[in-house]
Each structure stands twice: as structure tokens, then as C-alpha cells.
T-cell receptor
């Protein structure tokens, strides 16, 4: 099946810093989503981005499908950005199975 | 706009007992998914329904697991003869396209 790798596994920032999270995937995809998992376990949708670039406030994402990677940018980080960020893809042969990466644990200190 | 809801939010059970979880999708979402997440890992796919039809199942879904969506609305996930290895967060998601939206999860602890 499709493989998803996220980097870095852990990231520690001071409030106000910028960061880039990376997601590599091993095959063509029909869908790519970025999620933020809060301390209670809820997965919050950040971006639905199988290709191209999107922005939402301080967050933006870019997926280059032909090169099989996606980037999530966080600018001017805040303590509330802390948590786990997951990339998940829907492989070309599946209709429903999202395959998740291992996540990036982000800690933002005041 | 009401999101995906799951019940219960927490369940503690003894090994060998049966448990059942419920998921109510976002209204008019015809696709429903179940995932399992263990500590420190990303969620893993279990199964997928389109309306009432179960279209895809993971090999993780052993014979002790069964999922239903009888009327194409809410879904239930039952685990029979629970084992300590079943302790995890069970997540439900729904969609109308390929973008999936997740519920808050049911955290299962098997003693």
C-alpha cells in the first residue's frame, strides 16, 4: 500500500517563529488532507489539498503531486498551534482509506 | 452545522466483554469511515460505508470486530471478547466527497 512519511517528527518553537512541515508519499493520490489533532484527540481539518497551494490565515499548504510531497507552513506561531499535525492521503486505488503519516509533534513555547 | 458525533466518549471494560460504539455522521454525508488510533501513532483505517453498503474493510478488522450502517445514517462498531490490545481511540469520519471530517472519538480502555 501507499506509504506516508512526515518530517520532522518533533518540532519545538518560540512563539512568533515560522515553521515548515513536510509530507512525502510513495504513489499517486486522489486526496491529501492536513489535520491538527488537539490534546483531546479531535482531528481538525486544516486543508484539503490534492494539488496546488492554499492559504488560511497564518497557515498555508502546497502539494506538488508530480513529485509526491506536500508542505504545511505555519507563520507567526502561537501557543495554541501546539499539538500533533497529520498528513493523510487517499491512494489511487482506494475509495475510502485515508493513510496517515506518523505525525509531527509541534510545541510552541511562550 | 453539526459535526460528526460519537458515543460514548470514553469506555472502560474488562477483558472478554463486548462493547459497542455509535457514530452519527454529518447530515447528508453518505460516506462513513471508522479508524483506530493507538498512542503515538497516526489513525489506521478499519472500514468504509457508502450509504448502507460496506465497501472496504481493513485486515485490522478481525472476526471479533463488526460494523454496521443499517439505514445509511448512523453506524455502530462492535468489538466482541475484548482484549487488552483493543485499547485505543476509535475515530469515525464522514464525507460527501473525498474530504473526510472526523468526530471526537471514543477512547476504549480494556482492563
Amino acid at each position: 500500500g501507499i506509504q506516508v512519511e512526515q518530517s520532522p517528527p518533533d518540532l519545538i518553537l518560540q512563539e512568533g517563529a515560522n515553521s515548515t512541515l513536510r509530507c512525502n508519499f510513495s504513489d499517486s493520490v486522489n486526496n491529501l488532507q492536513w489535520f491538527h489533532q488537539n490534546p483531546w484527540g479531535q482531528l481538525i481539518n486544516l486543508f484539503y489539498i490534492p494539488s496546488g497551494t492554499k492559504q488560511n490565515g497564518r497557515l498555508s499548504a502546497t502539494t506538488v503531486a508530480t513529485e509526491r510531497y506536500s508542505l504545511l507552513y505555519i507563520s507567526s506561531s502561537q501557543t495554541t498551534d501546539s499539538g500533533v499535525y497529520f498528513c493523510a492521503v487517499l491512494g489511487g486505488t482506494s475509495y475510502g482509506k485515508l493513510t496517515f503519516g506518523q505525525g509531527t509533534i509541534l510545541t510552541v513555547h511562550p | 452545522d453539526t459535526g460528526v458525533s460519537q458515543d460514548p466518549r470514553h469506555k472502560i471494560t474488562k477483558r472478554g466483554q463486548n462493547v459497542t460504539f455509535r457514530c452519527d455522521p454529518i447530515s447528508e454525508h453518505n460516506r462513513l469511515y471508522w479508524y483506530r488510533q493507538t498512542l503515538g501513532q497516526g489513525p489506521e483505517f478499519l472500514t468504509y460505508f457508502q450509504n448502507e453498503a460496506q465497501l472496504e474493510k481493513s485486515r485490522l478488522l478481525s472476526d471479533r470486530f463488526s460494523a454496521e450502517r443499517p439505514k445509511g445514517s448512523f453506524s455502530t462498531l462492535e468489538i466482541q471478547r475484548t482484549e487488552q490490545g483493543d485499547s485505543a481511540m476509535y475515530l469515525c469520519a464522514s464525507s460527501v466527497t473525498t474530504e473526510q471530517f472526523f468526530g471526537p472519538g471514543t477512547r476504549l480502555t480494556v482492563l
